[in-house]
């Protein structure tokens, strides 16, 4: 059994799916055109921008108020549904996030997928991965509150801490593109790394920003986690590392 000065200092990494390991964006925007438009309305690129990184339920009530006369449950699955098909065609990855994927995994990090995307798409984009990278998933529909609240990350957490005990947020880093993702993940606590997508994020000192996964390791990585375990100062007040 190792001592406490032999374990590793990153435990685990806490993925964001959409705009982090894939480029659905695109397809969720394309969705929203089409739902709204088949309702007699219009959906413009800044009314599609307001609605990246946002839990599903949030998303569904702005389309409502575009005219969408649906129930909220009928848009998210006409929406997820969509973007299904779209993924089944085509796998849209980002660069670098299997490489670091498949690095963690063979370096026995742990992995957690955290999205606000729900279980049937979640699942189509974990199975065509090549190897069993998460250990389990988070989606939107198994929290009460989406983000930017930070409620499913901090589930994550827990469920870590079940086979580890000795695992605290300080362990873990969240990897995410989106305003709503940073903020829950900054919110639990998590190192939290900012992969810009889409829509640009406003300075944060809570987080570090990457502008890519490209070239990135499981070394950069274990730095962060070991900046923030090695300071006495809060999170708060780490600078960015580029």
């Known amino acids: 059994m190792e001592s406490a000065a032999t374990q590793p200092l990153l435990k685990a990494v806490l993925w964001d799916?959409?705009?982090t390991i894939?480029?659905?964006e695109p397809y969720w925007i394309e969705a929203e055109h089409n739902l709204v438009e088949a309702y007699g309305?219009?959906?413009s690129h800044e009314q599609a921008m307001q609605l990246v990184g946002q839990s599903l339920v949030h998303s569904a009530g702005i389309l409502q108020r575009a005219g969408v006369r649906l129930e909220i449950?009928?848009?998210i699955d006409t929406l997820t549904a969509q973007v299904i098909s779209r993924v089944r065609e085509n796998v849209p990855w980002r660069p670098g996030a299997r490489e670091l994927l498949d690095e963690l995994f063979s370096a026995g990090v742990r992995c957690a997928l955290v999205t606000m995307s729900e279980a049937p798409l979640a699942r189509e984009i974990v199975?065509?991965?090549p190897r069993p990278y998460f250990e389990f998933l988070i989606t939107g529909d198994t929290v009460t509150h989406g983000k930017p609240h930070?409620?499913?990350?901090?589930k994550a957490v827990d469920l870590l801490k079940q086979q580890d005990p000795e695992l605290t947020v300080d362990h873990c880093v969240a990897?995410?593109?989106?305003?709503p993702g940073v903020a829950a993940a900054v919110a639990s606590g998590a190192v939290t790394v900012a992969i810009p997508h889409i829509v640009p994020l406003?300075?944060?000192v809570r987080r570090f920003t990457w502008d890519t996964l490209t070239d990135r390791s499981v070394a950069e990585l274990e730095e962060l986690v070991r900046l923030r375990l090695g300071s006495r100062e809060p999170a708060a007040t780490f600078e960015n590392v580029n």
Do not use: H, K, Q
């Open 175 to 179: 990897l995410e593109d989106s305003a």
């Open 22 to 24: 894939v480029d659905t």
């Open 127 to 129: 199975a065509s991965l």
């Open 150 to 154: 930070p409620e499913a990350y901090l």
């Open 41 to 43: 309305g219009t959906w």
């Open 17 to 19: 799916m959409d705009g």
């Open 73 to 75: 449950r009928e848009i």
């Open 202 to 204: 406003p300075d944060d």
